[in-house]
């Protein structure tokens, strides 16, 4: 069972891998940072080290 080999260094197996665990209050804290006035996202992404994306992604699942 050697498809794996042929999988790009994107495919699904490599990104599973490389996911992150991060608690609920991290996320929270999180998001907290980022609603504050003239917070940039970016930075605060760098400075925690995730991703804008996962920043984004935990607000949009906190406001819903």
């Known amino acids: 069972c050697g498809h794996f080999k042929?999988?790009?260094k994107w495919g699904r197996r490599s990104v599973i891998a490389k996911q992150k665990k991060y608690s609920e209050e991290f996320k929270r804290e999180a998001v907290n940072l980022i609603r504050q006035p003239h917070a940039n996202v970016s930075?605060?992404?760098?400075d925690i080290g995730v991703s804008a994306n996962d920043l984004w992604r935990w607000r949009r699942e906190a406001d819903s």
Not at 43 to 46: F, V, Y
């Open 6 to 8: 042929k999988a790009s």
């Open 43 to 46: 930075q605060i992404a760098r």
